[in-house]
């Protein structure tokens, strides 16, 4: 265990993200305003993802990593899909996050959406990129896009390989069926992003990974994730991975219900990601203020990282990375932005 100072901390882990997403900003708008969460999901990220091709995968995993780094977040754990560009993606976003400096364990999020040879496709992937050695877990969408069958075959791939499952639980309530289907099947090792409409006493195993910032944006409701007796982990649902910020609009809405509430429960909240990604505790951010404890941290806004190591490696220092051109990452993925909004 490294000694760290009053101005550091272990790297940050963003414990649910959609790395694709970094390329939807300015997307053309929906063909109707969504007003629910289903239909947000029709009209925005379902339509998305099937635009998506691995060029466009590539350099939107190397932007989100570097926002990553620029908030001092060293690991990401992701859940991808790209139904037209399935074969290979998992690769794709793996070897772009190393090429920024950052951890990433990745998932691709199996579905019944495109049709029994969508989920076969997306199940080899899972496979394919666990059997190769990589840092992942077995994706699946949700429990309402997905018959048994696929439930079954992906919780299997994930006991065969060792991992766990990536999987959004009870998000809107168009889920409120998981619990029920997922009770036989998730394993301490599971990851259960959002329960938001999940009952407080639902019986499930898994680390509960809590997205505030997401869930406001789509107004699915607050998960209220001090209630379960599950870990409690913090992500962002693909909205940037500003980890410190999340924390502290995490602290802001649990007390916002519970006057007595503590910033350290939300602070625990963001060291569960060092759980789930071990090495990450190996990681050493400073930062541009001190101490980082929780208190300080819930009420001090703008404090950013000064210099970021990753395994003994520096990656980021005096305001930019140390393995990439931070312009020409962001250059190129504005360029398949252009390109994949065009699809849309």
């Not at 939807?24 to 099937?50: C, H, K, S």
């Not at 930062?287 to 395994?311: D, K």
């Not at 520096?314 to 065009?342: I, S």
Request: hydrophobic content about 40%.
């Amino acid at each position: 265990m490294i000694e760290l100072g009053p101005a550091e901390t272990p790297g940050l882990v963003c414990a649910h993200h959609h790395l694709y997403s970094a390329l939807a900003r300015g997307m053309p708008a929906q063909p109707r305003v969504p007003t629910t969460f289903r239909e947000i999901l029709e009209q925005v990220w379902w339509r998305l993802d099937t635009a998506l091709d691995l060029e466009m995968i590539e350099w939107s995993a190397k932007l989100g990593a570097l926002e990553a780094l620029e908030s001092g977040t060293t690991a990401i754990v992701d859940h991808h899909e790209s139904p037209n560009s399935i074969e290979g993606s998992l690769s794709v976003i793996a070897d772009a996050c190393a090429e920024v400096g950052v951890r990433v364990v990745c998932a691709y999020g199996v579905t019944d959406r495109h049709g029994p040879d969508g989920a076969r496709r997306g199940l080899e992937e899972n496979r394919r990129f666990l059997g190769a050695g990589g840092a992942g877990l077995v994706g699946i969408h949700a429990a309402f896009t997905c018959g048994d069958g696929t439930l079954e075959a992906a919780a299997a791939l994930a006991g065969e390989s060792g991992v766990g499952v990536h999987i959004h639980v009870c998000e809107g309530p168009e889920d409120a069926g998981a619990p029920a289907r997922l009770a036989r099947h998730a394993t301490d090792r599971w990851l259960l992003a959002h329960g938001v409409h999940l009952p407080t006493d639902h019986g499930l195993a898994g680390t509960i990974v809590h997205n505030p910032y997401s869930n406001l944006n789509n107004a699915v409701g607050y998960a209220n994730p001090a209630r379960f007796s599950n870990p409690v982990a913090l992500g962002t649902d693909g909205i940037g991975a500003h980890m410190i910020e999340t924390f502290r609009l995490a602290y802001a809405l649990g007390r916002s219900v519970d006057v007595t509430a503590s910033p350290e429960t939300a602070w625990g909240w963001l060291e569960t990601g060092w759980d789930l990604v071990p090495a990450a505790r190996g990681d050493r951010v400073t930062w541009s203020y001190e101490p980082m404890t929780p208190w300080h941290v819930a009420f001090t806004p703008g404090i950013r990282p000064l210099r970021v190591e990753v395994g003994g490696d520096v990656v980021w220092a005096d305001g930019r990375p140390t393995r990439v051109d931070a312009v020409e990452v962001r250059a190129k993925a504005r360029e398949q932005a252009a390109r994949l909004h065009a699809r849309l």
